[in-house]
Structures are given as structure tokens and as C-alpha cells.
């Protein structure tokens, strides 16, 4: 009989600290919906404390999650573990997860606190946790840089006060396999009371090894592992939830546990994720780019047009490659539409906005015959806007580019409900265009990011654009598709000024700058 590996997703907390991968709450309620869907054992929805709509976002997902257990992050304090306590408690199942530093360096330097000191507060922190629910988990951050000894006393304190599952995180990605799981033996070995917690692993990538110390973790005794989808996170990200569900599956042979995983969401939920985040995904990367199933020597497509396991060690239709489906057309109604967007987990938030998305689908199937589920992901993450972020909207574009000429365009913008004109030359189309945006909106932003993806295949496909923009030291994602490039750019940077101008409003608001 295999045990259970419990899949703890941190897309929406440890992903979101990549920069600018931040989400609005309809964006995190989105991916959570689509967690849940894969059957993701917990989620770890935001860190509730860090601000009011952290809190939200939390609090809605808590909501609309009924499957998966729904976690917010807490420093060990009882600010923190109180506002993550508050944020689930709609949840059908909520955890509380607290940490605190165990390193010498991080303790010493960053916590200013002796050890006993932060034991003290590790026990505290618990009981505080355990007022809301009775599933808590311990993380000791830094562990991979920690004393063995002091995590066994730790652990030891923190599971007589009631954590019930103690997570190892390799916070900076230090760790090798081979040693990151003898730690993991050494704790399930030496800790009072091991076998009444599920012990956790969660690993950085700064080495390329957050996988490979996952699951030489998992080896050694762990039952849960922390990722994220498309392996997102701060700096190099986390361990990647495809690599680590498609291991355990694909190697039955090795690993003694299995998942509940349903893998035909994976690629599913990387397309949503890249999207919204505005992360391309790789080519290469393993199991959800591009390239994960494509052969190009010859001799390989020989063999596997002989026989698929040649070369393959997992079927690209059980990671979800072939949902790439036919979905809705020209002649698709109202209904039809609105229930296929229930079935890919969207739910729009009122008849208003199923409207303009109803047109601009009915828009868009003019001019593209096939639509794919790809593009509808798409068509909504541009009409997904709640109101108080919609400053800008595009009302009107034309460009005029033509060889030896400076491509030269004009926009109508709708700002703050009353129309402006701009125009402006630039290098080329796109460029004339963001200049024509800017000649109204004077953000004074600065561009970081423009990147442009086909979203399926052919020369009608949708361009999906993502444009970064940084002001004040915050940064935000924007995206647009559309099956003209220069429009779809336009939405795209439209998207993050709007993005930009809530968030600046909200921080001014709380008085932070
Ligand atoms: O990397 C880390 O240590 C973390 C903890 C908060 C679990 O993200
Ligand atoms: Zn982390």
C-alpha cells in the first residue's frame, strides 16, 4: 500500500514573491479554483498579515474553496497568526502556518534573538494557532542552514504544543540530495513524537536541486512536499509541482507514496499561471513547455512512431497536452460560452462582465475560427478588471507603419470615464503606440518587461502580450491578447498602468509612502 504524499501548492504565496508576479484577488481566486480542481491537497492562498488585500484575497479563497484545504502564512507572532487566523476561518478546511528563523545567521543577525528566545516563541506562536484550528503547521525557516540539534529541540517544543505537520524548508536553495535527505532521516529519527506529524520539505532552487532534494526528501520519510506550478517563487523559485506529481507518478518503482493529484490539469494550470503572471514558460522545461513531448531527431521520431515508449516516459495526454481542444465557435451562444467557462473554473463575477466578455468572444470568432480554451483563458484575464482598477480602458487605436516611415499612432482612451486622444511616432508600431498611451496617461513608469507569445498555433493565433512596469518601487504585470499584435500590446500596457495606479493607490492609502 502506497502513503500519501500531500501536495502543499505556495503558487499564490511563495510564487507571488517573484517580481512582479503579483495577482489581484480575481487572479489568486482563479488559480485556486483551478488547484483545486487538479485536487491539490492544501493552499497556501497568501500571507495574511502583509496587507489588507493579502487578508482578502485569503478570505475569498477561504470562501470559494470547498476540496482543498486553504493555508495562510503568519510570522510567529501574535499580530500575524491572529490576521491568518481570521482570513480562513470561512475555510472548509483552513491551516495556519507559522515559521521562524533557526540558522545561527538568521537568528543572530536578521531576528537579533537567542535561541531559547526564539523556542519561546516558536511554543507561544503555536497555542495562538491552535485557538483558530487544529491543523498548524511549523516551518523552522532556514533549516537547511540550521543546527540538527536545535531543530531536534524545536521540534520537539513546537510538536508538545501542537503543530501537526513540521515543515524543513531549504530557504536558500543551499542543500544537496543526498545530505538535505539525511537531515530529513536524521529528524524523523531523533524528534519525540515524529510519527504523530507529517513531516514537509520545502525547497529553493538557487543550485537547480529543488526538485531532486524534494524528492530525496519524500525518500527519506517527508509526506508533504511544498511547490509551486511552473516551479515560480522568490529568486531562482521553488520546487515545481509538475516535476515533483510526474516523478512520483512516472517512478512508482521508487517512491512509496503516491498523489491525488489529476494530472490532466497540469498544463492547464501552467498555461493559467504563465498567463497571469505574465511568466513564459520555457520550451524545454520538463513536462509543461513547449518542447516537453516534441521529438526532433529523426531517429527519435522513428522510434516512437514505432513505439510511443522509445522515447517517452510519460504520455503528454496525461499531463493535460491534448485538452488543446475545439471548444466553442462562431455560432456558440451566450450559454454555451458562460458553461464552458464554468467548466474551465471561471466564474464571472456578474452579468455585466459575462457581457463584455460575450462580445469580445463573438469579436474575436470573426476573426479567428477556431477557439480554443487557451484563448478564452486569455479573453477573460483581459476582461477580469474590477472596476476600481479600471482607470484606462482602450477605446480606439490606429497605427500607420509603412517602410521607410516612422510608424506614427493615435489612441482614444476612456480615462477615468471621459475620453482622450493622444498621438505619438516611435521606433516602431508597438512603440508608437505605448508613446500615444503615454502622451495621455504621464505615469512616468518605467517599461521592464515586453514580451510577446502566440497563445495557440497559426498565423491567426491570438498574440499575448505581457508588459512590466515599475514605479516607486512597486512592480506590476500587465497582459492582452488579441489577434492583432499592436492591440493586444495596447490592452497589455493599458492592464498595467491600471494595475500600477490601484496598487500606488492602495499603499498611499495605508500611508506607506
Ligand atoms: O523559504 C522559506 O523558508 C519559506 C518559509 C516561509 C516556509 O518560504
Ligand atoms: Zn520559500
Redesign the pocket.
Known amino acids: 500500500m502506497k502513503q500519501h504524499l500531500v501536495i502543499f501548492d ?1 503558487t499564490l ?2 510564487g507571488e514573491q517573484s517580481p512582479g508576479a503579483s495577482m489581484t484577488r480575481e487572479e489568486k481566486i482563479r488559480v485556486a479554483r483551478q488547484l483545486e480542481k487538479m485536487r491539490v491537497d492544501v493552499i497556501e492562498a497568501g500571507f495574511a498579515a502583509a496587507s489588507p488585500g493579502d487578508f482578502d484575497a485569503i478570505q475569498a479563497i477561504a470562501q470559494a474553496i470547498k476540496d482543498s484545504t486553504v493555508c495562510s ?1 503568519a510570522r510567529a507572532n501574535e499580530n500575524d497568526i491572529r490576521r491568518a487566523g481570521e482570513a480562513i476561518k470561512p475555510a472548509n478546511s483552513g491551516r495556519i ?1 507559522t ?1 521562524i528563523a533557526t540558522s545561527p545567521i538568521h537568528m543572530e543577525k536578521k531576528l537579533r534573538m537567542a535561541p531559547d528566545q526564539v523556542v519561546e516563541q516558536a511554543v507561544r506562536s503555536i497555542a495562538w494557532a491552535r485557538e483558530y484550528t487544529d491543523d498548524v503547521e511549523f ?1 523552522a ?3 537547511g542552514r540550521s543546527d540538527i540539534d536545535f531543530l531536534c529541540r524545536i521540534f520537539d517544543e513546537v510538536i508538545r504544543a501542537g503543530a501537526t505537520t513540521i ?1 524543513v ?4 536553495g543551499y542543500n544537496i540530495p543526498f545530505q538535505y535527505a539525511e537531515t530529513l532521516r536524521q529528524l524523523i529519527e531523533r524528534v519525540p513524537n515524529a510519527d504523530k506529524v507529517v513531516w514537509s520539505v ?1 525547497c ?1 532552487n538557487d543550485l537547480g536541486l529543488a526538485v531532486a532534494n524534494s524528492l530525496a526528501a519524500v525518500l527519506a520519510g517527508a509526506r508533504q512536499v ?1 511547490c509551486t506550478i511552473n516551479g515560480l517563487g ?1 529568486r531562482a523559485g ?1 520546487a515545481s509541482l509538475e516535476e515533483i506529481v510526474m516523478a512520483v507518478r512516472t517512478r512508482g518503482d521508487v517512491f512509496p507514496v503516491e498523489t491525488r493529484v489529476d494530472s490532466t490539469q497540469i498544463v492547464p494550470a501552467s498555461k493559467l499561471v504563465s498567463q497571469i503572471t505574465g511568466y513564459p514558460v520555457q520550451p524545454n522545461k520538463a513536462v509543461v513547455g513547449a518542447n516537453a513531448f516534441a521529438h526532433e531527431s529523426g531517429i527519435h521520431q522513428d522510434g516512437v512512431l514505432k513505439h510511443r515508449e522509445t522515447y517517452e516516459i510519460m504520455r503528454a495526454e496525461d499531463v493535460g497536452w491534448s485538452q488543446n481542444k475545439l471548444v466553442l465557435g462562431k455560432h456558440s451562444g451566450r450559454n454555451a460560452f458562460r458553461s464552458r467557462l464554468q467548466e474551465l473554473g471561471i466564474e464571472l463575477e456578474s452579468d455585466e462582465v459575462v457581457n463584455a466578455a460575450f462580445a469580445r468572444f463573438k469579436e474575436l470568432a470573426d476573426r479567428k475560427h477556431e477557439i480554443f480554451d487557451e484563448d478564452l483563458h486569455a479573453l477573460v484575464s483581459d476582461e477580469v478588471v474590477t472596476p476600481d482598477q479600471e482607470r484606462y480602458k482602450l477605446l480606439y487605436s490606429h497605427v500607420c507603419s509603412e517602410t521607410g516611415e516612422m510608424p506614427h499612432a493615435k489612441v482614444i482612451l476612456s480615462v477615468d470615464g471621459s475620453e482622450r486622444k493622444g498621438e505619438a511616432s516611435g521606433g516602431g508600431p508597438v512603440d508608437a503606440t505605448f508613446k500615444a498611451i503615454e502622451s495621455i496617461a504621464n505615469s512616468g513608469a518605467e517599461l521592464m518587461l515586453y514580451s510577446v507569445n502566440a497563445i495557440t498555433t497559426g498565423t491567426d493565433a491570438q498574440g499575448e502580450v505581457t508588459t512590466r512596469l515599475s514605479k516607486e518601487g512597486r512592480v506590476v504585470n500587465g497582459n492582452g491578447a488579441d489577434t492583432d499584435i499592436v492591440i493586444a500590446s495596447a490592452r497589455s500596457y493599458l492592464n498595467a498602468l491600471n494595475k500600477l495606479h490601484s496598487s500606488l493607490d492602495k499603499v498611499r492609502a495605508q500611508g506607506d509612502i
Open positions: 505556495t504565496r511563495d502564512l502556518h515559521f516551518s525557516e532556514d533549516a515543515n524548508p531549504d530557504t536558500v520545502h529553493h511544498e522568490e521553488n
